[in-house]
């Protein structure tokens, strides 16, 4: 069956960098587009970035243009969202999604404080 595993999340101080790994099993991981979202406490899950599949095409959530990056491995069927410049905001579970699969994983807690 389908399966993603996130990890890589943690606590890091405020303009610290964190590198998320996302693990894919059960589909055929580098014929699919990947996506990051993350839901922080209260809110709704929002969209964080995705990446086509052959990695040619990314897009980014206007909040976190020019710090965060989306990349994958198809060979590891692995998708990384390198998270730089961290601010508290960026607090919250990320998760990884393949887009048309409807599947979510676990997610992985980042926590940005002080």
């Known amino acids: 069956q389908v399966q993603l595993v996130e990890s890589g999340g943690g606590l890091v101080q405020p303009g610290g960098s964190l590198r998320l790994s996302c693990v894919a099993s059960?589909?055929?991981?580098?014929?699919?587009?990947m996506s990051w979202y993350r839901q922080a406490p209260g809110k709704q899950r929002e969209f964080v970035a995705r990446?086509?599949?052959?990695?040619?095409?990314?897009n980014y959530h206007d909040s976190v243009k020019g710090r965060f990056t989306i990349s994958r491995a198809d060979a590891k069927n692995t998708v990384y969202l390198q998270m730089n410049t961290l601010k508290p905001e960026d607090t919250a579970v990320y998760y990884c999604?393949?887009?048309?699969?409807?599947?979510w994983g676990q997610g992985t807690q980042v926590t940005v404080s002080s």
């Open positions: 999604f393949a887009v048309g699969i409807g599947s």
């Open positions: 059960g589909f055929t991981f580098s014929s699919r587009h």
């Open positions: 990446i086509t599949s052959g990695g040619g095409t990314t």
